[in-house]
């Protein structure tokens, strides 16, 4: 018997065709329902699974067409009625791409386009072939994850977001997938480039191979598409696409609006808005009958050449097939086979678009993932504060800085130039949710700890604690600055530590309320400017202590110091005082003023000026002015030295001066004592008064002996002694110094003078109505008390 299908399968002629239902279409998985006979119950599922069967379908004019796959299902499913008692068998059969379906899997592509996508995913399945029909141009999606779905659904959403969809070629023994983006790329149908539609009450040869059943229409759709989208690193920029065609019926003037189009840049939106303009369009017009016509297979083109309706003559693209084939019994008496193929179709004016009916996968909550970067990075960040990560699914990529995109940080507050930033760290774990769900938007929302990264020692100690630290780049535990709060009732504090440096910049009014005390260490140096006024108020007593050097430099004003009560000023050293351009004024308003030292005090002033002490007015004054030094008193000056000496030395002269009152130097009492009274001078001393000089004149009108001395021709007795003077002859001139003694005005020529006090070798002396003078010279003169003359 002559058989238009013939099956063949892994096993040979075991098995043969009984009849097939199945549906392929474009961007379809298609399945064939295979039903086999055999005359064996024996045979098992395991010996024609994953195995490819084959169709053979003999076409007019004697060509083959194949419809091929591989076994996916294979099940006995009974014997025939009859008298052979063959035993039937059903045998799904799927494309290759079938596989895609049996895993599923979470995986990360980075930097590559669809395409490079699906070669990846595709070629993966070796000893499958497929090939590529495509016309258009795609971008590089920076991040692109397949989450917890199977291969199929993943490169099916993906295909369907960017235009592109397949169909199958089938060849003996194998069938090959083809990819394609353009109408134009489908090639019209072997051995029937034209058909004809014929309606079954037409009289047709049942051989011939026409359409004969035929029904085209339209439906309303949406005319207008609008995608849109939000690219942080163009916030401002509108990513708004919309798209719109003109159409008669005013009921389909209905927007269709998608958020989150799976786009960066308003190009791309351009291209997707186009595309799924395209795909609703695609569905409105389509046409479907059914026909004898065995090379009937989607993915080809034919042209309706003959058709009641002269508007459906065109060329169509086969969208769809459903097989109903039915091979003549194997024994006497059964029924005729059956061939019959219902189709959809679409004209080829119109792009093909596989409509989006595969989700992108949703994730149901947040995640956790650990922060990565290159090897020995502590911290590992872009412009934007972003982090890499690597996801606990991830079973892929290494933990390193290309484990994933990078990826926001969201933060307490996020402004332009200001906010928060806490950038986490290679290691730490976080928290990650995805924005809409989207897993090829993560999003860093929070931080947790784990066993290899658990808290600050400085929260363990209480959970009342709350607060915030941060380590040290490449530091140890040790190295952080933290700002902690302890809300324990009765031992709440709040803590700030800086590990290095610490800035704070307050631009108003900072206000500061101590309740207790308050303590400052400072380790090395601390430097305060107050540009205005600075105000201290210390409302009971102050103690300060400077281990070192102290300097006060004030260069604008005045410096005012008041003290409501004593002021005490301790130094273990010197105390120096300097006014480098002005004067100092130290003043006791009510009080005296009192200068003490233990060795000395000096007032000394380097200048041309003059040093004074004054009392009052200038009437009471020591002043120190040029290479003077000037006492001044309106009453009395007294200067005491009783427990030691008093010393007075001049280089040239001094002057004892008294303007109307009495003129005393004393020793001890009055024994020892000089007095000027009036016109009076007396030098008194309880021993020997000493006159000692070059040269002594005495000139006085009256000289008297006030130890009233016995004078005993012409030579005077006195107690004291002094040295014998020798000269050489009368009237001769002496270089000595003159010291000249008035007497009386008589004559005297005498060769010795005693005094008592004064004892004298003279050459002559003489008296003439004046006042007696004499004149002594030697070599020297020895003063061993002061001379009286009265």
Not at 758 to 786: H, I, S, T, W
Request: aromatic fraction near 10%; glycine fraction near 8%; include cysteine.
């Amino acid at each position: 018997m002559n058989r238009v299908v013939v099956a063949e399968t892994a096993l040979g002629a075991v098995l043969e065709f009984k009849c097939m239902h199945g549906r392929e279409a474009l961007s379809e998985l298609y399945e064939f329902e295979v039903e086999l006979v055999a005359k064996t119950t024996a045979i098992s599922g395991t010996s024609v699974l994953g195995k490819p069967l084959t169709l053979e379908i003999e076409t007019e004019g004697g060509a083959k067409r194949y419809l091929s796959g591989d076994v996916v299902r294979f099940a006995y499913i009974g014997q025939e009625s009859g008298g052979l008692r063959l035993a039937r068998y059903r045998a799904t059969v799927s494309p290759w791409l079938w596989y895609l379906t049996r895993n599923r899997d979470c995986k990360i592509y980075q930097n590559k386009s669809v395409v490079e996508i699906l070669d990846e995913v595709l070629g993966s399945y070796s000893g499958y072939v497929y090939e590529k029909q495509l016309q258009g141009s795609y971008r590089t999606r920076e991040y692109c994850v397949q989450y917890e779905e199977s291969d199929f659904d993943f490169v099916s959403r993906l295909m369907e977001h960017e235009g592109i969809y397949y169909y199958f070629k089938h060849e003996k023994n194998q069938h090959i997938l083809v990819l394609t983006d353009d109408i134009g790329e489908h090639k019209p149908l072997p051995d029937y480039p034209a058909l004809d539609y014929f309606p079954r009450d037409r009289n047709v040869l049942a051989s011939e191979q026409t359409i004969h059943a035929w029904s085209s229409g339209e439906e309303l759709r949406g005319v207008e598409y609008v995608v849109n989208d939000y690219n942080f690193k163009k916030s401002s920029l509108n990513l708004h696409s919309r798209l719109k065609e003109a159409y008669p019926v005013e009921q389909a003037n209905r927007e269709i609006y998608e958020w989150q189009g799976g786009y960066a840049d308003i190009q791309d939106g351009e291209h997707y808005v186009k595309i799924r303009l395209e795909e609703t369009r695609s569905a409105s017009e389509r046409s479907s009958g059914s026909a004898n016509v065995r090379g009937l297979a989607p993915g080809y083109t034919f042209k309706l050449r003959r058709s009641p309706r002269k508007v459906d003559i065109k060329e169509y693209l086969i969208v769809s097939v459903e097989y109903f084939l039915t091979e003549a019994g194997y024994h006497s008496g059964s029924e005729d086979g059956e061939y019959r193929f219902e189709f959809t179709v679409q004209p080829t004016s119109l792009p093909f678009r596989a409509p989006m009916n595969t989700p992108i996968p949703k994730t149901t909550g947040p995640q956790t993932a650990v922060v990565t970067g290159p090897a020995g990075a502590e911290v590992y960040t872009d412009e934007y504060q972003r982090v890499k990560l690597h996801f606990r699914w991830d079973r892929y990529n290494r933990p390193d800085e290309n484990s994933s995109c990078w990826v926001r940080v969201s933060n307490d507050s996020a402004g332009n130039g200001y906010g928060a930033v806490s950038t986490p760290r290679v290691g730490q774990e976080v928290v990650v949710d995805f924005i809409g769900g989207n897993p090829d938007r993560p999003l860093v929302t929070g931080r947790v700890y784990n066993d290899r990264q658990m808290p600050a020692g400085g929260f363990t100690p209480s959970p009342t604690i709350v607060g915030f630290s941060s380590r040290s780049h490449h530091g140890t535990p040790a190295n952080e600055s933290y700002f902690y709060i302890e809300n324990k009732l009765g031992a709440e504090y709040v803590r700030l530590h800086s590990e290095k440096d610490l800035h704070v910049v307050v631009e108003g009014l900072e206000t500061r309320d101590v309740g207790e005390s308050r303590t400052t260490t400072i380790g090395d140096y601390e430097d305060n400017t107050v540009v205005g006024y600075q105000k201290n108020l210390v409302k009971s007593y102050r103690d300060t202590t400077i281990e070192g050097y102290d300097k006060l430099t004030v260069t604008g004003g005045d410096r005012e110091e008041t003290f409501k009560h004593k002021y005490r000023n301790t130094t273990t050293s010197d105390i120096d005082m300097t006014s480098t351009s002005g004067h100092v004024h130290i003043k006791a308003d009510s009080g005296y003023g009192v200068f003490e030292a233990d060795n000395y005090i000096r007032v000394k002033s380097t200048g041309d000026n003059s040093v004074w002490l004054q009392k009052g007015g200038p009437d009471h004054q020591l002043e120190f002015a040029g290479d003077n030094a000037t006492l001044k008193a309106p009453t009395d000056v007294y200067i005491d030295a009783t427990g030691g000496k008093g010393e007075f030395t001049t280089a040239t002269s001094m002057k004892l001066f008294s303007d109307a009152g009495p003129l005393d130097i004393q020793r001890g009492g009055a024994d020892h004592s000089i007095n000027m009274t009036g016109g009076d001078m007396m030098v008194k001393s309880p021993s020997t008064i000493t006159l000692k000089t070059s040269q002594l004149i005495m000139d006085a009108p009256t000289v008297k002996d006030v130890h009233k001395s016995n004078f005993t021709k012409g030579i005077w007795k006195g107690e004291a002694f002094v040295e014998i003077f020798q000269f050489r002859a009368f009237h001769q001139s002496i270089s000595a110094a003159r010291h000249q003694l008035n007497v009386s005005q008589n004559t005297y020529y005498v060769k010795k003078l005693d005094l008592g006090v004064l004892k004298l070798d003279y050459c002559a002396f003489r008296g003439q109505n004046e006042p007696a003078r004499f004149e002594m010279g030697g070599p020297k003169v020895l003063l061993k008390a002061l001379l009286l003359v009265v």
